[in-house]
């Protein structure tokens, strides 16, 4: 979707690394989300913010930190990569809670070895 | 520990029948369900939803069925077609009460 990009699309990494994954949106909605997707698992929310500068934890927050210093960039950060974190990671938006759907962007491949 | 539960990881349906996907919830509280459509290397889409004041919600060739009792709701996409091979999750609403929660999705094969 042309409204909300993430950066970069594929990483390769060591582990021990930090490592901060962009997501970007041009439609100005408030709430910004992070999930994983891993076989065997589904989608799990990592973080969420509900403004800028608000931030909270899901259910797999453990080892992932994020930032929204504005409105349009949500960053998630893994503090010091490990094999575990390797993962293909979503970000989504969505202007009212989640009532009318997210809306996700294309996803970043992560490798951590 | 999984609100959302799809217990069928894939499903292989003739082109022209019906595809039924199921989804269990544990919350009796949820009261909004969606469910998103994800075809490989591209983001999840949104396909349809359900409120709690509905027992079934329809959109073209996709309907959704909910069962309070049950708590149970089931994705019906007549008639099935190859383009619909992808990967459907169901949703509901986190404790938080600002995010979603996911199932683990169920792989949906239409072959010709």
């Known amino acids: 979707d042309a409204g909300i990009t993430q950066s970069p699309r594929h990483k390769v990494t060591e582990t021990g690394t930090p490592v901060t994954l962009r997501c970007h949106q041009t439609?100005?909605?408030?709430?910004m989300y992070w999930y994983r997707q891993d076989p065997g698992h589904g989608l799990r929310l990592i973080h969420y913010s509900y403004g800028v500068k608000d931030t909270d934890k899901g259910e797999v927050s453990d080892g992932y930190s994020v930032s929204r210093s504005k409105t349009e960039d949500f960053l998630l950060t893994l503090e010091s990569a490990t094999s575990s974190q390797t993962s293909v990671y979503f970000c989504?938006?969505?202007?009212?809670?989640?009532?009318?759907?997210?809306?996700f962007g294309s996803g970043t491949r992560l490798t951590v070895v | 520990d999984q609100q959302v539960k799809q217990n069928s990881p894939s499903l292989s349906v003739q082109e022209g029948r019906i595809s039924i996907l199921n989804c269990d919830y544990t919350n009796s509280m949820f009261d909004y369900f969606l469910w998103y459509k994800k075809y490989p290397a591209e983001g999840p889409t949104f396909l349809i939803s359900i409120s709690s004041i509905k027992d079934k919600n329809e959109d073209g060739r996709f309907t959704v069925f909910l069962n309070k009792s049950a708590k149970h709701l089931s994705l019906h996409i007549v008639p099935s077609q190859p383009g619909d091979s992808a990967v459907y999750f169901c949703a509901a609403p986190a404790n938080s009460g600002y995010a979603l929660n996911f199932g683990k999705g169920t792989s949906l094969l239409v072959t010709p």
């Open positions: 989504a938006i969505s202007w009212d809670k989640f009532v009318y759907g997210y809306t």
């Open positions: 439609e100005n909605h408030r709430y």
